[in-house]
């Protein structure tokens, strides 16, 4: 059971390319989300999913794009890269919450390390 | 939206004391309140959570307090190990969102010295 996948664990991208995350789990879990992680700034939601299909913004969505096309994988995309995207990159999951209970872990992935010069 | 601030930044203790870290949050609505475990090349972990209808929660060496008239929360770490070393994150969310939209604090950095 390997529980969240990401890939690539580290890449390094010139300014203006584009590349795409791929970050995918094998727990059957509904929801989906992207965080970026930065020095000092804690984690912060760039999109997320509730199921196969949606999608929707996060707290700084701009300059990337998502989807979710199986439930299993969740897509995060970079159209044309910035100095300023550089950062790491976690995926988290949970499953859909029962009984009214929201209190399910994340399940975060082992993030991708982004580096954009 | 919620805001979540976080300290200290970074923590540094003597193996065998006590930690704490505390974190303050803006908007009332919010009522779950967990804490993550970050070790060095790796995504954070969930050790210990707390609902609002409740002010204190234990499991084993690790507790959490909540203060919903303040808005403040603590995590408290008693007998520290040096395999306690790691970034700790709080975080806050209203649940009756239904999908846990999770606003997470700057971090602490703790360190426990053998």
């Known amino acids: 059971n390997a529980g969240v996948t990401q890939t690539p664990k580290f890449r390094v991208l010139k300014t203006g390319q584009s590349m795409t995350l791929l970050c995918a789990q094998d727990m059957n879990h509904e929801y989906m989300y992207w965080y970026r992680q930065d020095p000092g700034m804690g984690l912060r939601l760039i999109h997320y999913?509730?199921?196969?299909?949606?999608?929707a913004k996060g707290e700084v969505p701009d300059g990337y794009n998502v989807s979710r096309l199986k439930k299993q994988n969740f897509l995060l995309g970079l159209e044309s890269a910035a100095p300023s995207q550089t950062s790491v990159y976690f995926c988290?999951?949970?499953?859909?919450?029962?009984?009214?209970?929201?209190?399910?872990?994340?399940?975060f992935g082992d993030g991708t390390r982004l580096s954009i010069l | 939206g919620e805001n979540v601030e976080q300290h200290p930044s970074t923590l540094s203790v003597q193996e065998g004391d006590s930690a704490v870290i505390k974190c303050t949050y803006s908007?009332?609505?919010?009522?779950?309140f967990p804490w993550y475990k970050q070790e060095l090349g790796k995504g954070p972990q969930l050790i210990i959570d707390?609902?609002?209808?409740?002010g204190e929660k234990k499991d084993q060496r690790i507790a959490v307090t909540l203060n919903k008239t303040a808005k403040h929360f603590s995590l408290h770490i008693t007998e520290t190990q040096p395999e306690d070393s790691a970034v700790y994150f709080c975080a806050a969310t209203n649940m009756n969102t239904g999908f846990q939209k999770l606003v997470f604090g700057t971090g602490t950095r703790l360190l426990v010295s053998p």
């Open positions: 988290a999951s949970i499953d859909r919450p029962r009984g009214g209970g929201g209190n399910q872990p994340q399940h």
């Open positions: 908007d009332s609505a919010s009522n779950y």
């Open positions: 707390i609902r609002s209808n409740v």
């Open positions: 999913s509730v199921g196969e299909g949606t999608t």
